[in-house]
Structures are given as C-alpha cells and as structure tokens.
C-alpha cells in the first residue's frame, strides 16, 4: 500500500506537468496569434488602397433610364472587343504552334535503316 504522502507527491507531480503542459500550449497559441495578428496587419495595408470615397466611385447606369440604341451599341461593341480579343489570341496561338511544328526535313539526321 502506498502512504498518504506518496499519494500526495504523485497528485503534485501530475498537477506540475499539467501546469506545464497548459504553459507550452498557451505559449504556441500566443505565438500563433501574433503571426496572424501581423497577417491581418499586412492585409489591412494592402486592402487600404480599395477605400476611396464616394466621389470617387463611378455612379452606376440604370439601364431603365438609357435609350434601348445606347445599350445595344454597348453591348455590340463589347461583343466586338471579345470577338477582337478572341482573334488575337486565335492567331497567336496559330504563330506559336507554326513555330513549334515547322521543320526542315532536308536538315534532319535520319537514321540508315530507314533508306
């Protein structure tokens, strides 16, 4: 049987490890805290730019109060814009893959088994 004091000196030393158990994982805590509180901090400074004043802000058009030819030449001329975009990429990728497949075959080190 184990005396009253050694029941009491095992209570104290899982009471000890405890109190340091709780004291590492509050520090961790603390430390992961402060990393996002600068993360936050960071965010702010970069989010700052998108505060601009009311004036500022470009006032919005109630497509209600537009004539019906306004929106259609908008309309059209941004189906035109995409159609232009779409072109520019079609023959860019056109060129590259030109590039890419041209080849000379008179230039070409053909292996002896094959003539």
């Known amino acids: 049987m184990i005396a009253w004091w050694g029941w009491l000196l095992i209570w104290v030393g899982l009471v000890l490890i405890l109190v340091a158990m709780l004291g590492v994982v509050a520090w961790i805590l603390f430390r992961k805290a402060m990393v996002l509180m600068k993360d936050l901090s960071d965010v702010v400074e970069k989010t700052s730019i998108l505060d601009v004043e009311s004036e500022k802000l470009s006032k919005p058009q109630?497509?209600?109060?537009?004539?019906?030819?306004?929106?259609?030449d908008r309309h059209e001329a941004l189906k035109r814009q995409r159609a232009e975009v779409k072109l520019a990429r079609h023959e860019r990728r056109i060129a590259r893959a030109k590039t890419i497949t041209k080849r000379d075959a008179s230039q070409m080190r053909w292996p002896k088994e094959w003539s």
């Open 62 to 72: 109630v497509a209600i109060l537009t004539e019906m030819v306004e929106i259609r």
